[in-house]
């Protein structure tokens, strides 16, 4: 039994980093209607970016805050730079964009910092396991950081004009333009909130998996899972879907199909999703008279 708790409360502090890149995934989806193949990249180089500072003896919280500032600043000039003049462009116009993003950030990050698998401190320390052996002190510690971010930007959009100004933007941008909002500039600040999030998921899964310039292609396997599963059209249910994707995997892959087998859970979850509810839990169906 106390095997089984473990793997499951070590599955919610994962399942909580892919619902951060979920999050980040279903933003960018909600003003693009596309797929950021690039976000995992992205939130790799911001983590290159963190160890940099650390190394150069930033301490690490100060190194935190500014490599998820500058991951902002970045991800508000891609959709500037490069994503605005394709506004228009058909659809394989972005999703070809999207991918070279992907395969220019890893190439550059294998470049600069080389392909060898490099550790990454953990903020929270070592020590033995905390609450009775269920979590380990960076798994207790990335779940409330996690759980922190994700709460601040449920509140940044329920609660703020500009939150709600973003939000009206994503969802309509003719309407939006006729009252007055400047949905262009909504728009890039989406992107740059995504990039953040990114920025703080590569940062809390770094510590487990080490860092490398691949190592978010699993994470953004699962966190692509989970954005389905509880609907890529909804925030809320991207985070539920990322928590239940992490627990998935975790017991699964201890009681079921074993360790090597595990990414492939997501791949099931994804076409299960797909077959029998494409909108996923919390989505919403949306029909059209021709």
Do not use: C
């Not at 070590?10 to 890149?21: C, E, F, P, R």
């Not at 703020?160 to 009252?179: E, K």
């Not at 992490?246 to 201890?254: H, K, P, Q, S, W």
């Amino acid at each position: 039994m106390d095997a089984f708790l473990h793997q499951l409360f070590s599955g919610i502090a994962t399942g909580g980093i892919y619902a951060s890149v979920a999050l980040a995934l279903v933003m960018i989806y909600q003003a693009t209607h596309h797929v950021n193949f690039a976000q995992g990249e992205m939130a790799m180089l911001s983590t290159y970016v963190a160890l940099t500072l650390i190394q150069a003896g930033v301490p690490y919280w100060i190194a935190f805050v500014l490599t998820v500032g500058a991951s902002m600043i970045v991800g508000i000039g891609i959709q500037w730079l490069v994503l605005r003049p394709l506004e228009k462009a058909p659809v394989l116009a972005s999703v070809g964009v999207f991918i070279g993003m992907l395969l220019m950030f890893n190439s550059v990050a294998g470049w600069i910092f080389s392909y060898t698998l490099k550790p990454f401190p953990s903020p929270f320390g070592e020590g033995p396991p905390m609450l009775n052996g269920l979590f380990s002190r960076h798994e207790l510690g990335s779940t409330g950081v996690t759980l922190l971010v994700l709460t601040a930007v449920w509140a940044f959009f329920r609660f703020t004009r500009l939150g709600l100004a973003m939000r009206a933007a994503a969802f309509n941008p003719i309407s939006s333009r006729l009252v007055g909002v400047p949905v262009a500039k909504m728009l890039a600040l989406g992107w740059g909130l995504a990039a953040g999030i990114g920025a703080v998921a590569g940062m809390m899964v770094a510590p487990v998996v080490f860092l490398d310039p691949n190592m978010m292609a699993g994470v953004l396997l699962y966190a692509f899972a989970g954005a389905l599963l509880g609907g890529i059209t909804n925030p809320l249910g991207a985070v539920v879907g990322g928590l239940l994707v992490g627990v998935i995997e975790n017991l699964g892959g201890a009681y079921v199909v074993g360790t090597e087998l595990k990414l492939s859970m997501a791949l099931v979850i994804i076409v299960v999703v797909l077959v029998v509810k494409p909108s996923g839990l919390f989505g919403k169906t949306l029909a059209s008279r021709v």
